[in-house]
């Protein structure tokens, strides 16, 4: 896929254990974030989002951390399965003027292994 | 409900060629997002329209890439002439309405090689 040859930065699992992806932004104006999981061959797709005035969201098996002190997201998920293997971005939402556009993170490879 | 398609899934052409790929978004989405991720960095924003309206195209990287959204349906984005480091993945997104209420929703993205 698109992500061979990319140095991203790799997280390594066991089946059925717990993992933590991290993320650090850079606009502390940002108020909306979202995690992204893109699959080989695919396109991003939509994991979690959560909003400035929170500082932890759930969904099913995910939880997204936000610490606005030191501008800082992670990304948790429970029971990671081998399908949770892929490569995970975080992304800032910025809206000006009309517009708004996704400035993604570099990303982080989670590999699982039986 | 059909998702966000993208045509051609990969393209190969030589330095100084024209590329023309297309998206066509979720039916009812009135804003279209292209982004691209060359190799080795991050996904970045090309330019964001409003139906058939550019709102946004801060991002595209200089005059040789045309983007068009005829009837604010589907869009292209025409890279004429194409130069090696035009390279990576060309991802389309839509979403229903601006504003950070609504997900972008992503294609499969159109892997274009320069050569």
């Known amino acids: 896929g698109e992500n061979v040859g990319l140095h991203l930065p790799t997280l390594s699992v066991q089946e059925g254990d717990n993992s933590i992806i991290n993320c650090a932004y850079s606009n502390s104006a940002s108020d909306y974030f979202i995690w992204y999981k893109q699959e080989s061959g695919k396109g991003p797709q939509f994991i979690i989002d959560i909003r400035s005035n929170m500082d932890k969201r759930q969904g099913q098996r995910v939880t997204v951390l936000l610490n606005k002190t030191v501008k800082h997201l992670s990304l948790q998920i429970a029971a990671t399965q081998p399908g949770d293997s892929a490569v995970y971005f975080c992304a800032e939402f910025r809206s000006v003027y009309n517009t708004d556009k996704l400035i993604f993170g570099t990303g982080t490879r989670l590999q699982v292994f039986p | 409900e059909a998702g966000v398609t993208q045509f051609p899934s990969h393209s190969v052409i030589e330095k100084g060629q024209t590329v023309t790929l297309r998206c066509d978004p979720i039916s009812g989405h009135d804003n279209l997002y292209w982004y691209r991720r060359v190799m080795g960095k991050e996904i970045k924003f090309l330019l964001h329209f409003v139906k058939e309206s550019k709102q946004d195209e801060s991002g595209m990287p200089n005059n040789r890439f045309l983007a068009e959204r005829t009837g604010g349906t589907y869009s292209t984005l025409k890279v004429q002439p194409a130069e090696l480091e035009d390279s990576g993945v060309y991802f389309c997104?839509?979403?229903?309405?601006?504003?950070?209420?609504?997900?972008?929703?992503f294609g499969p993205g159109t892997r274009l090689t320069v050569l």
């Open positions: 997104a839509s979403s229903r309405k601006a504003g950070y209420e609504d997900t972008q929703y």
